[in-house]
């Protein structure tokens, strides 16, 4: 007694289907690369930030960065500016936007006297729009 399995086609059938299982292993393969590129993409500057119960307001894109560390030097953005070249770099990282908003960040030990001095700088620079970054603080009741 004999059987015959291939039921006389010698061709294969089409399939209508989508593999989906090699598009699936590539977005994982993709989801855990940015995954662990994204908090390398972050360079920051250590600053010991003083925190504010203040509700956080909405950021730009790329937001303009100016440091006042702990020894009261300068860094805009990841760059060290000395206080005379600061209206150069202001232009040179602004592309000459003056209503741009500089986001200002000081170190806790550094005195209101100080903080007042930078941002006289920023307005004889003519940049006006200043916002002060602090750390969120959870309001207590």
């Given amino acids: 007694m ?13 399939v209508h289907e989508i593999n989906v299982t090699p598009f699936i292993d590539v977005m994982l393969v993709l989801l855990i690369i940015f995954m662990v590129a994204a908090p390398l993409a972050t360079v920051d500057i250590l600053v010991n930030l003083p925190s504010s119960t203040a ?26 500016v000395m206080r005379e070249s600061l209206r ?34 920023l307005r004889a620079a003519g940049y006006f729009k200043v916002a002060l ?9």
Avoid: C, W
């Fill in 2 to 14: 004999a059987v015959r399995l291939d039921h006389g086609e010698n061709t294969l059938a089409e």
């Fill in 55 to 80: 509700q956080p307001q909405p950021r730009p894109d790329k937001p303009l960065y100016l440091t006042v560390k702990q020894d009261l030097s300068l860094t805009l953005g990841e760059e060290p």
């Fill in 88 to 121: 150069g770099a202001l232009e040179r990282a602004t592309n000459g936007d003056k209503d741009m908003r500089i986001f200002l960040r000081a170190d806790k030990v550094v005195s209101y006297g100080d903080l007042m001095e930078v941002m006289n700088l």
């Fill in 133 to 141: 970054v602090g750390l969120e603080k959870v309001a207590t009741p």
